[in-house]
């Protein structure tokens, strides 16, 4: 049973940046996508960003939401078992809770929440305008 951690969320003004973090344990990671999605209030959760499984893509293709392209970066460190969000360039509509999600490898253009099998807790990022 894969079980993932978030942490690194927080209140930053427009215009800041953050970096989340997200540990996995009880899987093998570099088996798994990892992604990022948001949810704000009143909202559906929405796709971010997406990491490919390395032992399938290689470890080297990503995908984003068109609104966050530009701005924010996944990566992960195979070693640590874990994915980061850099998220640059903040804006209010940014505010939202952050969950990272992991599946066994997809297609990165297949991006409903539906297809991953396992959720973290979630960490809130507060864009203050």
């Known amino acids: 049973q894969v079980q993932l951690v978030e942490s690194g969320g927080g209140l930053v003004q427009a215009g800041g940046s953050l970096r989340l973090s997200c540990a996995s344990s009880?899987?093998?990671?570099?088996?798994?996508?990892m992604a990022w999605f948001r949810q704000a209030p009143g909202k559906e959760r929405e796709f971010a960003a997406a990491?490919?499984?390395?032992?399938?893509?290689?470890?080297?293709?990503?995908n984003y939401a068109d609104s966050v392209k530009g701005r924010f970066t996944i990566s992960r460190d195979n070693a640590k078992n874990t994915v980061y969000l850099q998220m640059n360039s903040l804006k209010a509509e940014d505010t939202a809770l952050y969950y990272c999600?992991?599946?066994?490898?997809?297609?990165?253009?297949?991006?409903?929440?539906?297809?991953?099998?396992?959720w973290g807790q979630g960490t809130q990022v507060t864009v203050s305008s």
């Open positions: 009880g899987g093998t990671f570099s088996n798994y996508d």
């Open positions: 990491s490919a499984a390395p032992s399938t893509w290689g470890g080297r293709s990503t």
């Open positions: 999600a992991a599946r066994p490898s997809q297609p990165l253009i297949v991006i409903t929440p539906q297809t991953y099998d396992y």
